[in-house]
Structures are given as structure tokens and as C-alpha cells.
């Protein structure tokens, strides 16, 4: 890239930049009235209503089986279709472009609207969101992995071939374990992610915790609803551990 | 007469000129065959073809006098299984243990769901401990793949391939990636194998001088091109001009 060509592109993000500022109404004297923000919480948030913390940590555990449930739901379905949507593995370019298709499909469509969408034929609960988690990351999950698979190292599968090995074993000795620490990396990256979108899921009657902040949001009921913002900080601190944890053990 | 090679021609689909011209070779039962030329001659490429993971463009290979360029499916398979190979980078999977890598090399004859399962049977299992002792790595039989030397990942793919039951190994650059007292020992572990074992070996090499030393016959390539085919001592000056050329 040439000099010119580096001005320009510097122009260019600042103009984007100043263009979004402008269409969000940054403004940073508002937060002369932090003051407001402090003095609600200090008001209406304290002291938290511990009567709800029982309740709030059985919401919590929902949250995080829905979670559970979505993602893995989602690699059992994603793992077999990455292969199809790698072009070194794939068996035909058909095949290829359309599970690629399919994997885009799923992932951009976000998990509220696949939610919302579920609710008529599955109706409230923990149940749609499981399936509304699992769609979203079959994509997410699909596109990473099939990204894995193709960076593979080719020197095993190579080895594999030139012993008189079938295509299911290339892929089972010669790719597979190449990958496997980054899928697992990758899943439990999800398994975060899939918390922070069941809460969200909540909103719009997927259960679990989420649902609980909203309703007591909706009634005024701040006091329980500082301690459910602590028991979804410890949830989510809880699972950054675990995920971290596993990480370290697997590589 | 083991392998034949007649008129082999090799051009890559995006390439503007042929990488193999012409080849004809033979190889008989016990031979110890170096193919000698620099980097870029098209060593690697003949070897492939030998085992058919690259099918050539042209010419004909005949094993054990039979044609094999269009054998497909479990013709092919069992073919391959029949040929061990050896690579300059090892090609292991570095997260399985050296045993598990030497079973690899018995993937084309074990049912699927054991090799799915990875439960295998007493005889394989004997088989590889076997080799693994043969090649003097039990010691290390348990331990990963990635955390061994240079030179027992090497031994490890020598395993691999005695499993296989070969006929012929093939090896391309297998000493490349090793320092110059491991590749002699490595050199001396296929040579004896290739005495004791009665195990045919086409093997690539850029060194002449270790060229000499094991090989039986050596065929020189250069630019796709045999440029020499004869025995080591009759490797002199003017044929390493045509080779290194």
C-alpha cells in the first residue's frame, strides 16, 4: 500500500468515525449527570432483596442448562457438517457451496429473532431457547470449524492416505486431532456467549434468569433486581473459569 | 520385476511446463534406488505417483508386471498398503502417542470400527510393539508424538511403514529435516532393513555423498528428466554436472 493510498484510508475511518458519533449523539458532557445514575441505584437498588437470591440462583442453573444444551446441541449437528462445508473434505463442490449456504443462513439470523419465531410452535420456556441457541451456533460453529479443517496440516492426512486408509479415516486420524483443541477452545467460547444470548432469550419468556430480571425490571422491583444482577455476574464469571480452565487442561 | 515405470508424465494443471517428461525405470525385488537431483527436479512428484496420491498425466506404472494408474476404491487401497512411506516432515499426529501412530500404518487392513474405536486388536497391537522395538523406540512407545526428537519421529514412520507388511518403501527426503549424524543412523536403519527384511527402497536424496554410500543404483533426475541411471560408483564428475546442472 503506498503512502497516499494510507493518508486516504486515514481520512476515510476518521470521516466514519465522526459519522457515527454524530448518528448515536455521542456526547460526553452528558455524564455530567452521572450523579443521577449513582443516586437511582443508591435509592432504589440498596440494600439488594436477599428474600430472592434462592430463587435467582435455581434461575441462574436454568440459564446455564439452557446454554449447555443449545451449544451442545449445536456441535453434534455442526462437527459432521463442517466437513461438508470444508473444501478439502467435501465431496462435491454442490455439497460444498450448499452447506456453506445453510451455515450462513443459520448464523445470520440472530437467536431473539429465532426465539420470537419459535414461540408460537414450541411456546415459553427454557425449551425454544435451547433450540433458538442451538440454530444460531450450528452456524457460528460450522463456519469456525470448517475454517479449522481446511488449515489442517496436510502432511498426516498425506501419511494416512499412503497407507491404504479410506476418506473417513484421513479425516479421523489425519484431521480430527490436529483440530480438536481449537474446536473445544471454540465450543466453550460459545458456551459464554450462549449464557449472555439464554439471558437475553429471557426477555422474550425463554426462562432461566433473564426472564426473572425482565419481569422485575418491568414491575419496579429494583431491590431484586440488583440481587439477580449479581447472581448473573457470578454465572458469568463462573463460566469464564470453567471454559479457561478446560482450555489450558486440553492444549 | 517389482515396479515398472514406462513413458511417466506428470504436468500440473496450472503449470506451463511438465514437471515429469518422460520416465522409465525399473525397479527389481531388494534394490536399495536413490533418486538424486536437487530441489525442484520433481523428486517428490515421482514418488507420489509411485503410490498414486498424485495420478500422473501420462506413461503407464506396472507392479508385479499389472497396470495400477486406473485401479480405484479397494484396488487402490490395497495397493497403497503395500508401499510404506516416508516423509522429510515425519507426518505424524503429534497428539497421539508413538504407538497409535504406528498402527496407523495397519488403517488398510483393520475392519472400520476398530480403527473408529480406536480398538485394536491383539495382533495389530502385537505388530506395532514389534516394530516400534525393531526401529529401538519402545522406551518411548506411550509418549506423544510431538515430544520426540527429530530423529525418533522419523523412526516412528519407519515403524509406521514396516506395519504395513511393505513390499517397498518409498521415502522423500526422509534426512532432509535431521542433523548429519541422525540421518546416518536413520540411513543405516532403512539399509538394514532393506538387508534383513528383503524390503525394496526408492528413496530421494540431494546429498551424494550419502547417495553412494546405501544406494544400490542411482537415478538421477534433473528439470523432470532422468539424466543418469546406473550404479553409485559410476556416479563421477560429468554425471553430477547433468544432475546438479
Redesign the interface.
Known amino acids: 500500500m503506498n503512502k497516499l493510498s494510507k493518508g486516504s484510508l486515514t481520512i476515510l475511518s476518521a470521516i466514519i468515525i465522526i459519522w457515527s458519533a454524530y448518528g448515536t449523539e455521542f456526547d460526553l458532557s452528558k455524564f455530567l449527570d452521572l450523579n443521577n445514575s449513582l443516586l437511582f441505584l443508591q435509592k432504589k437498588w440498596l440494600p439488594p432483596d436477599w428474600t430472592v437470591l434462592v430463587p435467582a440462583l435455581k434461575a441462574a442453573v436454568i440459564t446455564l442448562q439452557i446454554a449447555i444444551m443449545g451449544t451442545f446441541l449445536a456441535i453434534l449437528v455442526a462437527l459432521p457438517l463442517s466437513f461438508l462445508a470444508a473444501y478439502n473434505t467435501s465431496p462435491s463442490l454442490v455439497v460444498y457451496n450448499g452447506t456453506r449456504w445453510l451455515l450462513n443462513l443459520f448464523r445470520s439470523v440472530p437467536e431473539i429473532v429465532l426465539g420470537l419465531l419459535l414461540v408460537p410452535s414450541l411456546g415459553l420456556g427454557p425449551f425454544p431457547a435451547v433450540i433458538a441457541i442451538a440454530i444460531h451456533n450450528i452456524g457460528v460453529l460450522g463456519k469456525l470449524i470448517s475454517e479449522l479443517i481446511e488449515a489442517a496440516d496436510e502432511?498426516?492426512q498425506?501419511?494416512?492416505?499412503?497407507?491404504?486408509?479410506?476418506r473417513?479415516?484421513v479425516i479421523?486420524?489425519?484431521i480430527l486431532?490436529?483440530i480438536?483443541?481449537n474446536i473445544l477452545s471454540n465450543y466453550f467460547y460459545r458456551l459464554e456467549v450462549g449464557v449472555r444470548a439464554s439471558l437475553i432469550l429471557g426477555f422474550i419468556g425463554g426462562g432461566g434468569i433473564g426472564n426473572m430480571l425482565f419481569i422485575d425490571f418491568k414491575i419496579f422491583n429494583y431491590q431484586s433486581v440488583a440481587t439477580e444482577v449479581l447472581v448473573i455476574m457470578l454465572l458469568v464469571i463462573a463460566v469464564d473459569y470453567l471454559g479457561t480452565f478446560v482450555r489450558k487442561r486440553v492444549i | 520385476m517389482l515396479l515398472e515405470v514406462d513413458h511417466l508424465h506428470m504436468k500440473y494443471r496450472k503449470a506451463l511446463t511438465s514437471t515429469l517428461e518422460n520416465l522409465n525405470f525399473k525397479v527389481e525385488e531388494g534394490e536399495f534406488v536413490v533418486i538424486l537431483g536437487l530441489s525442484g527436479a520433481g523428486k517428490s512428484t515421482l514418488v507420489r505417483c509411485l503410490?498414486l496420491?498424485i495420478k500422473p498425466t501420462g506413461g503407464v506404472i506396472r507392479w508385479q508386471g499389472r497396470e495400477v494408474n486406473k485401479w480405484r476404491g479397494k484396488a487402490?487401497?490395497?495397493?497403497?498398503?503395500?508401499?510404506?512411506?516416508i516423509?522429510q516432515?515425519?507426518?505424524?499426529?503429534?497428539?497421539?502417542s508413538a504407538l497409535t501412530n504406528v498402527l496407523?500404518?495397519?488403517?488398510?487392513y483393520m475392519p472400520?470400527w476398530r480403527?473408529?474405536f480406536h480398538w485394536y486388536s491383539a495382533s495389530d497391537l502385537e505388530l506395532a510393539k514389534e516394530a516400534l522395538d525393531r526401529v529401538g523406540l519402545t522406551h518411548v512407545m506411550h509418549q506423544r508424538a510431538d515430544q520426540l526428537s527429530g530423529g525418533q519421529k522419523q523412526r516412528v514412520?519407519i515403524a509406521?511403514a514396516l506395519v504395513?507388511k511393505p513390499m517397498l518403501i518409498l521415502g522423500d527426503e526422509p534426512i532432509a529435516s535431521l542433523d548429519p549424524l541422525t540421518s546416518r543412523s536413520v540411513m543405516d536403519l532403512l539399509k538394514s532393513i532393506n538387508k534383513e527384511e528383503h524390503i525394496t527402497m526408492v528413496i530421494n536424496l540431494h546429498d551424494v555423498e550419502l547417495a553412494k554410500h546405501y544406494a544400490t543404483r542411482i537415478i538421477g533426475i534433473s528439470k523432470g528428466k532422468i539424466v543418469f541411471d546406473g550404479l553409485p560408483q559410476d556416479v563421477d564428475l560429468a554425471v553430477l554436472e547433468r544432475i546438479y546442472s
Do not use: D
Not at chain 1, 158 to 166: F, L, M, P, R, Y
Not at chain 2, 76 to 85: A, D, Q, V
Not at chain 2, 89 to 96: D, H, Q
Open positions: 502432511g498426516p498425506e501419511a494416512v492416505q499412503s497407507v491404504g486408509a479410506n473417513l479415516f479421523l486420524y489425519g486431532p490436529q480438536v483443541p | 503410490n496420491l487402490l487401497k490395497n495397493y497403497r498398503r503395500s508401499i510404506g512411506m516423509f516432515s515425519f507426518n505424524l499426529i503429534g497428539r497421539l496407523v500404518g495397519r488403517l488398510g472400520g480403527a473408529f514412520a509406521r504395513q
